[in-house]
């Protein structure tokens, strides 16, 4: 007898669920011992590091010898085991953050950042937001961690908005955002710009970071009969609001804050469920005078930041010849962790 009601499928939808939610722990379970195997293998490494690299090159053979049909213990891997285990000296960071990552993220982060706390930060995100290898390629390789993290940013959030979403919002802007896609040419226009954007919106999404869901460009309001537009619109999962953009071409001017406030006010009326949280905006300028901004702020009664942004002047071009193409990043951004290889 064939079982076609909301009940069966509802049942069906839990089973599925927990199916795929014990692959997962298998895999990760997986993953999790190779990861702390390499790192304690780098740990013995570096116990005989005296014999210099003629100890990495002989183990490689012996391995192979010993495994012929295991991969994974080259001589270029094995180095990657020392570097691991020089790098991360607290076995409880490799087992609640490295074991997290497949070996090919660690790999990448081993190769391209310099401290341990620069490491972490970008670890730590990938787990969160689930970033492929791709997608953490990039961020490293366009110094989210320095922009991101360490950027000097402009807000009035934790004023306007309670805690978490105020040091969330914090968080999650940049300083400068690099749209290392839009060429940088002598008198482009905002909505050149904007229209650049919107016609490689993946990669201005990736850029953005993770949660952005792209409304609407020039997005229409009616206020007491008059029309008003909206450079960019977004939703944000994390944040559970709508994120206003407006995007200037020239040095940041008080009363950019004045109209985007003004944006914001009309959107929360508008737009917003009860269930929302409070709309934030975010000024994109060519320029930006820090104590401008934050005298701009002062008295602006809603949530905004205000950051710099660079064209592709910003990025060398050996770099961005490296960048994922838009194709990539929507096949890819919202891939699941995976063991690869090695």
Not at 210 to 229: C, M, P, R, W
Not at 280 to 290: A, M, N, P, V
């Amino acid at each position: 007898m064939l079982i076609n009601n909301s009940d069966y499928f509802q049942a069906l939808e839990r089973i599925k669920t927990q199916i795929q939610n014990a692959q997962y722990r298998a895999v990760l379970g997986v993953n999790r011992e190779q990861i702390m195997l390499f790192w304690n293998i780098g740990r013995i490494i570096i116990e005989n590091s005296s014999y210099g690299s003629s100890f990495i090159e002989n183990l490689a053979r012996d391995i192979k010898l010993n495994f012929p049909k295991l991969k994974g213990y080259s001589v270029r891997n094995l180095r990657y085991m020392r570097k691991f285990a020089d790098l991360i000296t607290d076995e409880e960071k490799v087992q609640t953050v490295s074991a997290y990552l497949t070996w090919s993220h660690n790999t990448c982060l081993f190769d391209k950042t310099d401290t341990i706390e620069e490491y972490l930060w970008y670890a730590t995100q990938t787990i969160e937001n689930g970033w492929s290898l791709s997608s953490l390629e990039y961020y490293v390789g366009t110094k989210t961690f320095q922009r991101q993290a360490l950027g000097e940013k402009t807000t009035n959030y934790e004023i306007q908005l309670p805690k978490p979403q105020s040091n969330l919002a914090t968080e999650t802007l940049k300083n400068p955002y690099v749209f290392d896609f839009v060429e940088q040419r002598e008198g482009i226009i905002e909505r050149e710009i904007e229209q650049e954007l919107i016609a490689n919106i993946a990669k201005t999404i990736l850029e953005l970071g993770t949660g952005f869901a792209f409304i609407g460009n020039q997005y229409h309001l009616e206020v007491s009969g008059k029309d008003y537009y909206l450079d960019l619109l977004f939703w944000n999962t994390k944040l559970r609001c709508y994120v206003v953009i407006e995007l200037k071409n020239t040095e940041f001017k008080p009363e950019y804050a004045g109209k985007l406030n003004f944006y914001l006010s009309a959107v929360d009326d508008m737009l917003r469920h009860e269930s929302d949280n409070p709309s934030i905006g975010i000024l994109l300028c060519k320029e930006r005078d820090k104590l401008t901004a934050e005298y701009a702020l002062r008295d602006i009664n809603k949530p905004i930041g205000v950051s710099e942004y660079k064209l592709s002047d910003f990025v060398p071009q050996e770099l961005a010849d490296t960048l994922p193409s838009a194709e990539d990043i929507e096949k890819r951004i919202m891939s699941k962790y995976e063991i690869e290889e090695v």
